[in-house]
């Protein structure tokens, strides 16, 4: 996380993701691992960029399988080595995680030409602990004397019935003895009234906090530490079964797999067979349509011919007409037999009764 803030992740990346603020140990617990896999996965982008190389900033509705592997592919460009599963870094947390940020972390500030610098110790000198030393024995001696002013003073108010009390208090100076001292306070101690206030920036109720907290932790790691272990070896032992049947099932659809990428090319090799014939296909029905068009009108042409050839209305005309002409003739025929008997009837009266018989014989042929 040093490294990450030395390379302005906090004004560069998070802004761009709309990623929150980062703790110390955000890649190390599990907290929200959708969350986590995308921030690690454009914290892992970020860094290769900043590299040198180009590298796609990724999205939430990427393949998480497709993004691992193209990290990965950086690292092992760079002959970083990598052996763990993948699958791991799809939590989005843990020590691989941490690992590879921590790679491309290094790589990143190699690029920018950082370098670290050396720790500086400041040793103080041993006079100005002796110094520190004097001081404190010093304020120790003070804080002691005005305790005892006031417990004297509060000897002082307490009246006639703790003339006692005063006189004990007032020989606890002379008591040299540390048993006779200690008795003296057992007696005295229950009729103190003295309150004094813990200081909390001490460094001595500090020290006496921490190694409570340390032992209430003691005593509740035994009961759980326990535990603890049995999920870590449940968790390992269920990761080896899956990662065991993840290596036989590759191992089982290997070959569909690769029957399946054939039959793809395949599929693709007759899509193009077929866009290429049908383009022709098309043609040739275009020109099927025109033919087709063509035979129609030739066909609607020949039955109208057809009809007319077979309607016999002109010939019964025809033949009515030719009647009628024939009637026509007989009537003139008749009209002219006439007319010439009428002449020759004028001409020579001899002749009467022959042109009477002939004309008479030219009726009967023509009724």
């Known amino acids: 996380m040093d490294k990450l803030r030395l390379l302005k992740i906090d004004t560069e990346l998070?802004?761009?993701?709309?990623?929150?603020?980062?703790?110390?140990?955000?890649?190390?617990?599990?907290?929200?691992?959708?969350?986590?896999?995308?921030?690690?996965?454009?914290?892992?982008?970020?860094?290769?960029?900043?590299?040198?190389?180009?590298?796609?900033?990724?999205?939430?509705?990427?393949?998480?399988?497709?993004?691992?592997?193209?990290?990965?592919?950086?690292?092992?460009?760079?002959?970083?080595?990598?052996?763990?599963?993948?699958?791991?870094?799809?939590?989005?947390?843990?020590?691989?995680?941490?690992?590879?940020?921590?790679?491309?972390?290094?790589?990143?500030l190699k690029k920018e030409n950082f370098e670290w610098e050396k720790p500086i110790i400041d040793i103080p000198d041993p006079e100005e602990?002796?110094?520190?030393?004097?001081?404190?024995?010093?304020?120790?001696?003070?804080?002691?004397?005005?305790?005892?002013?006031e417990m004297i003073g509060h000897s002082d108010d307490?009246?006639?019935?703790?003339?006692?009390?005063?006189?004990?208090?007032?020989?606890?100076?002379?008591?040299?003895?540390?048993?006779?001292?200690?008795?003296?306070?057992?007696?005295?101690?229950?009729?103190?009234?003295?309150?004094?206030?813990?200081?909390g920036r001490d460094w001595r109720a500090?020290?006496?906090?921490?190694?409570?907290?340390?032992?209430?932790?003691?005593?509740?790691?035994?009961?759980?530490g326990s535990q603890l272990n049995k999920v870590h070896n449940n968790i390992s032992s269920v990761m080896d079964k899956v990662s065991a049947r993840e290596n036989i099932l590759n191992e089982q659809f290997e070959p569909l797999v690769k029957e399946y990428g054939s039959l793809l090319n395949e599929l693709k090799k007759a899509t193009d067979e077929y866009k290429e014939v049908s383009a022709g296909v098309t043609e040739r029905q275009e020109k099927l349509n025109e033919v087709t068009a063509k035979v129609e009108n030739i066909k609607q042409r020949t039955e109208q011919k057809g009809s007319s050839m077979n309607d016999t209305s002109p010939l019964v005309s025809a033949k009515?007409?030719?009647?009628?002409?024939?009637?026509?003739?007989?009537?003139?025929?008749?009209?002219?037999?006439?007319?010439?008997?009428?002449?020759?009837?004028?001409?020579?009266?001899?002749?009467?009764?022959?042109l009477t018989n002939t004309e008479t014989g030219i009726l009967n042929k023509e009724y």
């Not at 500090?206 to 759980?224: A, D, G, I, V």
């Open 14 to 108: 998070r802004p761009q993701i709309k990623m929150k603020p980062m703790s110390r140990y955000y890649f190390l617990t599990t907290t929200n691992p959708v969350e986590q896999f995308f921030v690690f996965a454009s914290t892992a982008a970020w860094l290769i960029r900043k590299t040198g190389q180009e590298f796609e900033q990724p999205n939430e509705e990427d393949d998480p399988n497709a993004t691992i592997a193209s990290i990965l592919d950086v690292l092992r460009e760079r002959e970083i080595t990598v052996d763990f599963s993948s699958h791991k870094l799809k939590q989005g947390y843990g020590d691989q995680v941490c690992y590879i940020l921590n790679v491309l972390a290094d790589e990143a």
């Open 129 to 149: 602990l002796s110094d520190d030393v004097d001081q404190i024995e010093d304020e120790t001696e003070i804080f002691l004397d005005k305790i005892e002013e």
């Open 158 to 199: 307490s009246g006639d019935e703790n003339k006692e009390e005063k006189e004990s208090m007032k020989s606890v100076t002379m008591v040299h003895d540390w048993e006779e001292w200690k008795l003296e306070l057992e007696r005295v101690a229950p009729a103190l009234r003295l309150k004094i206030s813990a200081d």
């Open 206 to 224: 500090r020290l006496s906090q921490m190694e409570t907290y340390k032992n209430e932790l003691l005593e509740r790691l035994k009961t759980t």
């Open 320 to 354: 009515k007409a030719v009647e009628t002409l024939k009637k026509d003739i007989q009537e003139l025929d008749f009209q002219i037999i006439v007319l010439l008997w009428l002449l020759i009837s004028k001409e020579s009266p001899k002749s009467n009764n022959f």
